[in-house]
């Protein structure tokens, strides 16, 4: 709160650290470069293999950075439905039986050809086999695991195969639990991912923005993905966002960050224990993160 309230929100720093199309940023590249240090550290992240960008406003702009930068007009992408447990942004759009229209929703939807991905109606789990089948079908340029209400982990070995067999690229939005993969209880996306997208403001706890993730080899996203973000989709960083960021990201190495975060899940799980013993119904029998999906359908 300190650093969203300072004199930081006044300064315009359009660019990237030490290639400013304003003077005077000498501080604020420091800033920048040290959030951008903690972020990669903090999910043990070598600097050789993994960049990130921390300018992005919040998360729903990252994730568009990322189409913008490697997808094409009309590519096509796969994500978790929205009622799945997906968000917005993963190319959720909804059809009209009595108009038989499909109306997209998000601008994911209008620009790029969606087909949403679900789970099973019985399990609430992730259908792989259905997924691989629709892939290979689909032939998607991009598919994307993690979601916004998803009570399970996530098995990213899986969908790395049916990207690999499709020629497409992996990306993760982890905004929803990115606090527990930083320690150390969830899985990790960036063994498998190609992108991983995450807020900043939810199970992370600071302020809010975004950050994506992008592997550094030959295929050269660094350069993309920060023309995507700027010039491309916004106007200068909010540096003060970018300092509350770097706050944070040294509060969730420490162990009183991680205890908080075990007890979290702790929490969760009695929860849906105890309404389960009352016999109601939770998505998926249960949870292993900090989300608890309560089925109330009649």
């Given amino acids: ?47 050789d293999k993994w960049g990130v960008n921390v300018q992005p406003y919040s998360g729903s702009p990252a994730n568009f950075a990322v189409y913008t930068a490697l997808l094409r007009p009309h590519d096509r992408i796969m994500g978790l439905d929205l009622p799945s447990g997906g968000h917005l942004t993963h190319g959720f759009y909804t059809y009209s039986k009595a108009e038989k229209t499909r109306k ?100 992370l706890r600071g302020p809010r923005a975004g950050m994506i993730f992008f592997r550094r080899d030959e295929r050269n996203f660094e350069p993309r993905i920060n023309n995507a973000v700027f010039p491309a989709l916004q106007g200068g960083p909010h540096e003060h966002q970018i300092a509350g960021t770097a706050a944070q990201l040294k509060e969730v190495q420490s162990p009183e960050f991680k205890a908080y975060v075990q007890q979290l899940k702790v929490n969760a799980k009695i929860l849906a224990k105890t309404l389960t013993d009352l016999g109601y119904t939770m998505c998926t029998g249960g949870t292993e993160n900090h989300l608890v999906l309560w089925d109330l359908r009649p």
Wanted: charged share 20%.
């Fill in 1 to 47: 709160m300190d650093c969203l309230g300072s004199c930081l929100t006044n300064k315009y720093a359009e660019g990237q650290p030490n290639a400013r199309y304003y003077g005077g940023n000498e501080v604020i590249d420091k800033i920048e470069i040290l959030c951008q240090q903690r972020a990669l550290t903090a999910y043990g992240l070598a600097e």
């Fill in 104 to 203: 997209a929703v998000s601008a994911t939807s209008v620009y790029f050809e969606s087909l949403p991905y679900r789970v099973d109606a019985e399990t609430g789990l992730i259908d792989f086999e259905k997924l691989a089948e629709q892939a290979a079908l689909f032939k998607p340029a991009m598919i994307i695991c993690g979601g916004s209400a998803y009570p399970r982990d996530w098995d990213y070995a899986a969908f790395r195969k049916i990207a690999d067999e499709n020629g497409a690229l992996l990306m993760c939005d982890m905004a929803h639990y990115s606090g527990l993969v930083v320690t150390q209880e969830h899985n990790s996306p960036f063994e498998y991912c190609d992108i991983v997208t995450t807020t900043t403001h939810k199970s």
